[in-house]
Every structure is written in structure tokens, then in C-alpha cells.
């Protein structure tokens, strides 16, 4: 690859993987608020985290796609030590008392991010293992089809790792803390959101994969080597 067209590829790389961990940083800062989601067809009780998640499986498939499985197992450890460094500030933060006037005070700050070590835990350990799931399951399917139906890797590989990701969340967060019944709802609602928002963005995963290949003047089934 050209000079040129190399640094290129590296700029592609870098944004990709700056999407993905804030992406993932915002999850998890987000997480501890429970909302609605009404499609139509279903009213989903999910928490907020789940909103920009997709993102992060619909990027690493990108990359997966694009620039291979070294490198996107690279970015998906770049977004574990970036959630626990996080996770660090967080408690720094809090180790320092809120001065009269403060937009802010201890109260607030407590009540927002004092739960945000065992959101952060439960969403590290299901992220390392639902990302590591999606990369291997993608992976298999584009050997298998020898780079064909990228539809089938992207939704394919999603479905079975968003439901690892969601199952290991909600019993982390909730075993203990909610009926069964109740634990049992969440994990079904958020995977089924998860499982939809992977089909939306198929048409994204094509266009992105297209732009790139064109771009770079890759074959099917040809990834950008260093």
C-alpha cells in the first residue's frame, strides 16, 4: 500500500476505534438509568446503556471486516483499560468534598456514579467476554463463506454475543437484587433490543464496508495488512 493510502488507512483505523471506546465509556456512564423504548410493536424496558451499545458491536464488525482480527481484539482491550481508567477518575472524584455553590454536590455525584464500580465491573467482564464471542463467531462465518453474506456474520455473530453480554449484565447487577422474573425480563428485552438495532444497522456495516474497500481498492474479503 502507497505512502498515502497507508496513513489513510491508519486515520480510518483511529476514528473507528475512538467511536468504539466512547461508545463504550458512555455506556457505562450511563447505565444505572432505566428507560423505555416504545417501536411500536413492543414497548422494551432497557437501561440507558443499551441505546449506544449497538454501536460498538456494528464498529468492531467494521473492523473485523476491514482491518482483521489482531487489530480488533487490539481496540477491544483499548476499551477495557479506557473503562477502568474511567472508573479510576470516578472514584478520584469522589474522594474530594463538593464546595458550597458547587453545580454538584456529594449528594448528586453519589447518587449518580456511587454504583458506577458495579455497573462498570459487570459490563467489563460481559464486554470482554460478549466482544471476544462476536470477533471469534464473525470471524468463522468469513472464513466459512469466504467473505460472502456479510449479513449473515454481522447479525449472526451479534445475536449470539449480545445475548452473552446481556445474560452476564443483569445477573452481575441484579442476582440478589430482583425476582427472577424481573431479571429474566431485562435480560430478554435488552437482548431482543440489541438483536433489532444489529438488523437496522446492517445497511450502515454494507455502506461503511463498501466506502472502505473502494477507497482503498480491496477485493472482497481482503483486509488492510500493516
Known sequence: MKPGKKRQADFFFLILA????????TTNLIANKFVTVDLGFKVFKISAGVLPYPATFLITDILSEIYGKKKTQAVVFSGFFASIFVLGILWLGNQFPSIDGSPVNDDQYATVFSNSWRVILSSMIAYLAAQFVDVRIYHFWKKLTNGRFLWLRNNGSTIVSQLTDTTLVVLVLFVGVKSFDNILLLILDGWFFKVI???LDTPLLYAAVYFIQRQFGLER???ILD
Open 18 to 25: 475512538a467511536l468504539f471506546v466512547a461508545a463504550l465509556v
Open 221 to 223: 474479503n481482503q483486509e
Open 197 to 199: 438495532m444489529a438488523a
